[in-house]
């Protein structure tokens, strides 16, 4: 993975993926209601972009000092899911597009991926 890939980075990149999953047609913010609206309100006053919408937290780089590795990254989003397809199997599709995301940039290890289903619309 590239050294200058930061968190908000690939944050916004898996935005991208996310939003391209059938049956995905909305992103909500994967933060409590009250964090998203006072790093929003800090944002704006500040005149920088606004958070991503997916969060990514942990370890980029999987491994630490002496060859041990990290606990790793961990992904959360939020989704709102066509009622015309299987909320399930559009979590299970985000899961996987995530996951393949970030094989592909060789991000390694992965804690962990939580897709939740905000709204079915």
């Known amino acids: 993975m590239s050294e200058t890939r ?3 980075d690939l944050a916004r990149e898996l935005e991208t ?3 391209a999953v059938p049956g995905v ?3 909500y913010p994967a933060q409590a209601a009250p964090v998203v609206a ?3 309100l800090v944002s ?9 919408l997916v969060v990514v937290s942990g370890e980029i780089q999987g491994v630490v000092s002496g060859g ?4 790793g990254l961990t ?3 939020t989704i709102g899911v066509s009622e015309a397809v299987s909320a399930a199997e559009t979590s299970r599709a985000v899961y996987s597009a995530i996951e393949a995301h970030l094989a592909s ?3 390694v290890p992965v804690h962990s991926v939580n897709v939740l289903v905000g709204a079915i619309i």
């Open 6 to 8: 930061s968190r908000a």
């Open 17 to 19: 993926v996310v939003s």
């Open 25 to 27: 047609v909305m992103l």
């Open 38 to 40: 006072v790093v929003s």
């Open 44 to 52: 704006r006053v500040a005149g920088s972009e606004a958070p991503p």
């Open 68 to 71: 041990e590795t990290s606990d």
């Open 75 to 77: 992904v959360a989003v």
């Open 105 to 107: 940039v060789a991000i």
